[in-house]
């Protein structure tokens, strides 16, 4: 199918050609005064074919952005996408994608021994009763299951 190039980088991807679960780089950006944002798209299921249920796409969002953490002082964001098969991590500076992988790998390893969502009340959170730590649990396993094919992007 022949499309026009598209302003948003995940838009210009083939999604029929692509291997989920992967991580790929899917943006790398200069900003006016030189800080460097690298944007990984961290796939875990194949699009149009599977996706993650809310509950497990929420805590799994908490529960990144909150572990991740520990990791690394570059995560600027860990946003799920609106699809449901997967997220996008913001990293700030140069980062190496081993560094990437190593970073993703220890926090998914976090969330397994996890016991509770964090901030997943009404307090914190804007819809605190819509998660499911089970859920984001089975989801991260099968995930990092798959880990020595996280490089390959496409089949």
């Known amino acids: 199918m022949n499309q026009p190039r598209m302003n948003v980088e995940s838009f210009n991807l083939d999604h029929t050609t ?18 460097v944002l690298t944007k990984y798209d961290v796939r875990f299921t194949q699009p149009n074919v599977a996706h993650l ?10 529960l990144f952005a909150e572990k991740s953490r520990n990791h690394s ?4 964001d860990f ?10 991590l913001i990293l700030q500076g140069e980062t ?4 990437a ?3 993703v790998e220890a926090t998914m390893t976090d969330i397994l021994e996890a016991t509770e969502v964090p901030a997943a ?3 914190q959170c804007g819809w605190g009763a819509n998660h499911s730590l089970e859920a984001a649990q089975d989801a991260v396993r099968g995930f990092l299951a798959e880990r020595d094919g996280w490089s390959t992007v496409t089949r």
Not at 54 to 61: D, G, K, L, Q
Not at 96 to 99: A, L, N, T
């Open 79 to 88: 946003s799920p996408m609106g699809c449901q098969t997967g997220f996008y």
């Open 53 to 62: 249920e809310m509950p497990a796409v929420h805590s799994i969002e908490h």
């Open 121 to 123: 009340n009404e307090v």
């Open 18 to 35: 692509v291997a989920a679960p992967y991580i790929r780089i899917a943006d790398h950006k200069v900003l006016p005064h030189g800080d």
């Open 101 to 103: 992988l190593a970073l």
């Open 96 to 99: 190496d994608y081993d560094e």
């Open 73 to 76: 002082d570059k995560v600027i």
